[in-house]
């Protein structure tokens, strides 16, 4: 469950192409529909800054309950998300493996190391909780 908000800026963006056209003895030319398309592109990007506000307050959560040892194994994965939310990945290799829940802050990388990790079993119970290994 990755969250692609960079594609739906694209397709936000992709709308206004039809709107303006360019013109060389003008500026710009006024086109039908640009102004449902520009107030369509503002409520793309309330709803993704929505999300991303979210985000971060999910991972302050879950990262306070880690910090404070409040997370116990054996927590099933609907309870955990009822609490803290959904997380902003799951990696499910499959077979043996465990399935990872990534929490991390909206302004954080993927490759930063501000993030939560859970580690659930194949039954959704939770084998631990904490954070990525430090890189060198």
């Known amino acids: ?22 013109a060389k003895e ?38 306070t309950a880690v910090r404070m040892s409040e997370l116990k194994p054996g927590e099933y994965t609907s309870d955990i998300s009822a609490r803290f939310g959904e997380p902003v990945v799951i990696l499910a290799a499959g077979g043996e493996e465990p399935v990872k829940w990534i929490y991390k802050p909206a302004s954080s990388s993927f490759f930063s190391d501000k993030q939560v990790w859970l580690l659930f079993d194949g039954e959704g119970k939770l084998l631990s909780a904490g ?5 060198n």
Do not use: F, H, W
């Open 26 to 63: 003008k500026k710009y030319e006024k086109v039908d529909g640009a102004l449902s398309a520009l107030i369509q592109v503002s409520k793309d990007q309330k709803e993704m800054a929505l999300a991303l506000k979210d985000e971060t307050r999910n991972y302050n959560r879950i990262e």
């Open 131 to 135: 954070y990525p290994p430090k890189k």
């Open 1 to 22: 469950m990755v969250r692609l908000y960079t594609i739906a800026v694209m397709v936000s963006l992709s709308l206004l192409g039809p709107c303006l056209a360019y």
